[in-house]
């Protein structure tokens, strides 16, 4: 079975053949490849990273101070590591909160081993299962099976975006650009029309014969037909974009950034107007897979309130995300996976920070997960990682040590991408496929 899917691509011909009111605008604020008439109503995937190396010992992996170590926390000076279900989490900010609502749709994966302290290897291995260059994305992979011909098949709002020339993406560094794009002949300020209907007319039919003249040039290279066609594609259906117009919020509706000052330092974020885009994207059928990310959290100075800050953010943000996920009838099909560089030291530094620590967590929520409530993978008193025994999960001494490579081949197979990343040549070799959605195993929790 052939099983690669990308953007079909029109044959000089038959582009000759789109009449001029076929071809939607005049301009464009943002490539789009797609081209798809229906609505994307699959499984979405939504990749959320915690920019920076996220402590994760005052998260999802806690840890208490050893005697005769260096201090590693200094909540645990004063409470122990709460817990529910099989879940235990670092008694600060609002975790506890987080981990009642979210518990139980919710895997923890501890002790993963990015093998780095480079941020920039850190978040290569962490999103692409690689840490050398030349793999796409899991978002990517995700987008170009599932969504190929969607305009919006790929939503980047933040966060490690590597497509390996398998999709395109569309980056929005403010999400009241989906707005530009889904009404790009609209003035944002007026909601009234830039030119007339005669205007835009005779732009559409010169882009028509234009295109046209290039496509015929007999000397053109394969990658300059290959854009061009793709340029046709996607303005015959520009269109479609009306479907996003259709369920925008009002300016006032949308999300800004939000602001805080913690030890002295400013912290902005635009978190939840991530979080819209991409569910609004989802809603619209015009896209299924969306990077988001948060950042701030690279604390070499004050580290403690520093991150309780952030993760009292990531609280309300992550319970915002699924609240209109709801509202927008969508919860039930999408997937949310969140990561970071690497983790933070265990200890502190003399400036009251933490450095890097290759050893961090991922955590994937799904609404109503037959898997949640669960954790794999482990770590030691001093967070090192520990192997497991790669068919039971269970701590072994001859096991596999858990690496973004482990993540990515578990995710692949879960949403259904690993025939399609192996016919393409991006398959993980050499990566031990562990049972991390089976709900039936999990590696002892202490």
């Known amino acids: ?14 582009f000759v053949g789109f009449s001029a009111g076929a071809m939607a605008t005049a301009g464009s604020v943002s490539r789009v490849w797609g081209s798809g008439n229906d609505d994307y109503s699959g499984k979405c995937l ?3 990273q915690l920019d920076g190396g996220a402590d994760v010992t005052q998260l999802c992996d806690p840890k208490i101070n050893t005697l005769g170590e260096k201090k590693i926390n200094n909540w645990a000076d004063l409470a122990e590591p709460g ?23 919710m895997l923890v994966i501890n002790g993963v081993d990015a093998q780095t302290n480079s941020h920039e290897t850190g978040r ?4 692409t299962g690689s840490n050398a260059e030349g793999k796409p994305s899991l978002s990517a992979l995700h987008a170009a099976y599932f969504s190929p011909d969607q305009p919006l098949a790929y939503a980047v709002f933040g966060g490690e975006s590597r497509t390996s020339g398998i999709i395109g993406y569309n980056r929005f560094d403010d999400v009241s650009r989906l707005r530009t794009l889904s009404q790009p002949r609209i003035q944002s300020w007026s909601d009234r029309p830039k030119r007339s209907s005669a205007e835009f007319d005779r732009v559409d039919s010169l882009v028509v014969s234009e295109l046209a003249r290039l496509l015929d040039n007999p000397v053109a290279s394969v990658r300059q ?8 594609a996607a ?10 117009a259709d369920i925008l919020p009002s300016q006032e509706e949308m999300h800004g950034y939000h602001q805080t000052q913690v030890a002295g330092q400013e912290l902005w974020d635009n978190l ?7 569910l609004l994207v989802f ?3 015009l896209g299924s897979a969306a990077d988001i990310s948060f950042g701030g959290f690279d604390s070499h100075d004050n580290h403690d309130p520093i991150h309780e800050e952030l993760y009292f953010r990531l609280a309300d943000s992550i319970a915002y995300f699924w609240d209109y996920a709801e509202v927008l009838g969508v919860a039930e099909r999408v997937l949310m996976v969140i990561g970071s560089d690497f983790g933070r030291t265990n200890h502190y530094n003399d400036g009251f920070g933490k450095d890097h620590w290759p050893v961090g967590s991922y955590i994937v929520i799904e609404k109503n997960a037959p898997w949640g409530n669960r954790v794999v993978g482990a770590t030691d008193a001093l967070h090192f990682s520990q192997r497991i025994d790669p068919k039971t999960l269970k701590e072994a001494r001859d096991g596999v040590l858990i690496t973004p490579a482990h993540i990515h081949q578990a995710l692949q197979e879960y949403l259904g991408l690993a025939a399609f990343s192996r016919e393409l040549g991006f398959s993980l070799r050499g990566t031990d496929s562990l049972p991390l959605f089976d709900p039936s195993l999990q590696t002892m929790v202490g």
Not at 3 to 10: Q, S, T
Not at 89 to 100: C, G, K, M, T, V
Not at 225 to 232: C, G, M, T
Not at 272 to 278: D, E, L, P, S, V
Request: net charge positive; no cysteine.
């Open 46 to 48: 939504v990749t959320l």
């Open 272 to 278: 939840k107007q991530q979080m819209q885009g991409a």
């Open 83 to 105: 817990r529910v279900g099989n879940l235990s989490y670092a008694p600060i900010a609002d975790n506890e909160w987080l981990f009642n609502r979210f518990g139980s749709d």
């Open 235 to 244: 303005r015959s259906q520009r269109d479609a974009l009306e479907k996003l």
């Open 283 to 285: 809603k619209s059928g």
């Open 225 to 232: 037909i290959q854009n061009l066609e793709r340029f046709a």
């Open 124 to 127: 290569l291995f962490n999103w």
């Open 1 to 14: 079975m052939n099983l690669k899917r990308n953007v079909h691509y029109l044959s000089r011909r038959k």
